[in-house]
T-cell receptor
Framework: DVKVTQSSRYLVKRTGEKVFLECVQD?????MFWYRQDPGLGLRLIYF???????EKGDIPEGYSVSREKKERFSLILESASTNQTSMYLC????????????FGPGTRLTVL | GEDVEQSLFLSVREGDSSVINCTYT??????LYWYKQEPGAGLQLLTY?????DMKQDQRLTVLLNKKDKHLSLRIADTQTGDSAIYFC???????????FGAGTRLTVKP
């Protein structure tokens, strides 16, 4: 079974703090993704990576950065957390393109006070 | 980018059929997916259909694709309380790494 794990299920941070969200997959997938999920808005892509050290901006990259130093790990960084970044963050990995589906982690619910 | 649209809520009685609808606008979409998200969990793939198919059936699930109208539906037969969840429609292009998701339909099953 493909396993995608996220470092925390729940996280509470203060405005201005630097926040790291970690994601690890164990299936040697090329592609990894970070989404945020908000009620009524569905999933919005923040960043994705199609290879080590490679990254592409998604639909809402502002206020976020990412790091992919190793194939299995994809980190989302909030340089200076703000209250409008309170959300559910979902990580996913995907082997390739076409019929290959995305496999999701359980999500991290981040609250910024 | 192109949008994937779904209605936000659906409520049915246990034992009835549920039909969740989705429209997409990118005629180049090659694969269309249905995901299920249970409370507090990530998304789990239910099924997918290739764009040259009209229908796919898997036990209680039936996926219908109308490519002319860019309409995708998921029918759940004999809906159970355990089917209560958010259902996401998603599309993928053949040569793209990413996928586009709808906003999700919250299905509530009443006993």
């Amino acid at each position: 079974d493909v396993k995608v794990t996220q470092s925390s299920r729940y996280l509470v941070k203060r405005t201005g703090e630097k926040v790291f969200l970690e994601c690890v997959q164990d299936m040697d997938h090329e592609n990894m993704f970070w989404y945020r999920q908000d009620p009524g808005l569905g999933l919005r892509l923040i960043y994705f990576s199609y290879d080590v050290k490679m990254k592409e901006k998604g639909d809402i990259p502002e206020g976020y950065s990412v790091s992919r130093e190793k194939k299995e790990r994809f980190s989302l960084i909030l340089e200076s957390a703000s209250t409008n970044q309170t959300s559910m963050y979902l990580c996913a990995s995907r082997a390739g393109k076409g019929a290959d589906t995305q496999y999701f982690g359980p999500g991290t619910r981040l609250t910024v006070l | 980018g192109e949008d994937v649209e779904q209605s936000l809520f659906l409520s049915v009685r246990e034992g009835d059929s549920s039909v969740i609808n989705c429209t997409y606008t990118d005629s180049s979409s090659t694969y269309l997916y249905w995901y299920k998200q249970e409370p507090g969990a990530g998304l789990q793939l239910l099924t997918y259909i290739f764009s040259n198919m009209d229908m796919k059936q898997d036990q209680r699930l039936t996926v219908l694709l109308n490519k002319k109208d860019k309409h995708l539906s998921l029918r759940i037969a004999d809906t159970q309380t355990g089917d209560s969840a958010i259902y996401f429609c998603a599309e993928s292009l053949w040569n793209n790494n990413d996928m586009r998701f709808g906003a999700g339909t919250r299905l509530t099953v009443k006993p």
